[in-house]
């Protein structure tokens, strides 16, 4: 199964001359890879496909796109409207019409610091998967346990009620074309929210037994979801990537803070390459 990469820059860099550099980085640092990988025919051989992708915030989000065209690393925005999939009068927002216009193939939803700060909850939560799909748009969803979930082991209860507007979604649409794009163009990451730029990460058999749960969940609500990826996410960086790479039911990583950094991305890329 191919695995994914992929960074949050949430809201950074600060600057577009930042974003340029950190491309600049990852590209140059990407070429050097490729020379290295020609003169080692084993690390090709061994290799499984890791593929890249990039969330900037709206603002980057086109520049980043059209810089990356050419270069195997998939967008993706942080965000789109709940209220509409393509053009309104909702101040702020971004559709994902828009995000698509960009260059993105992809979003991020749910992310825990967006259910925390902006109190989004299941409902707005099925609007925004009903939009990205009806656009086309991939989804990354975010599920996680807060630290007191985790400590009062809840944590499975907790994933299932956010899980449920996958079920949701699921059942309000009999079009075989959403079933298909479900498991084409949706990935799971499961972030525990106390293990978000802590420091502190669940051990890989605490990972890998909810992802178990995850993948059986899914399977449950419709055997086309079975195949969906599911990524680890949470104080993941260049030396614990190793060890969450090993699990087979870990199909990669969404990385915040250590992905706006080419060397650590990089690195957390090969380690699960
Ligand atoms: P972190 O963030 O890698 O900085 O912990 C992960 C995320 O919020 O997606």
Redesign the pocket.
């Known amino acids: 199964m191919q695995a994914w990469v992929i960074g ?1 820059w ?1 809201q950074n860099p600060a600057t577009q001359h930042e974003v340029d550099e950190l491309l600049d980085d990852l590209l140059s640092t990407l070429k050097d890879d490729k020379h290295d990988a020609i003169d080692n025919e084993n690390k090709i051989a061994s290799g499984r496909n890791c593929q890249l992708m990039v969330a900037p915030s709206s603002i980057h989000l086109a520049a980043v796109s059209k810089r990356l065209q050419n270069a195997n690393i998939l967008c993706a925005a942080q965000d789109i409207s709940a209220h509409s999939a393509t053009i309104g009068a909702f101040t702020g927002d971004c559709s994902a019409q828009q995000i698509i216009d960009a260059g993105a193939k992809w979003t991020i939803l749910g ?1 825990s ?1 967006r259910r925390q700060y902006y109190q989004e909850s299941n409902g707005p939560l099925l609007q925004k998967l009903t939009c990205a799909m009806s656009q086309n748009l991939g989804v990354v969803f975010c599920i996680g346990e807060t630290q007191a979930q985790y400590d009062a082991q809840q944590t499975f209860a907790v994933l299932d009620e956010q899980l449920s507007v996958i079920k949701q979604l699921v059942e309000q649409s009999d079009n075989k074309d959403l079933k298909a794009s479900l498991t084409e163009q949706f990935i799971i ?1 499961y ?1 525990p929210v106390w ?4 420091g502190k990460v669940p051990t890989v058999e605490e990972v890998s037994a909810t992802h178990k749960h995850i993948k059986q969940t899914l399977a449950g609500f419709n055997e086309n979801l079975a195949d969906i990826s599911v990524l680890y ?4 960086n260049a030396a614990n990537a190793g060890s969450f790479a090993t699990s087979p039911v870990i199909d990669g990583a ?5 992905s706006l950094k080419a060397e650590s991305f990089l690195a957390i890329a090969k380690a699960f390459s």
């Open positions: 949050n949430k992310h610091e990451a972030e293990a978000i730029g802590t996410g949470g104080s993941v969404l990385v915040g803070g250590a």
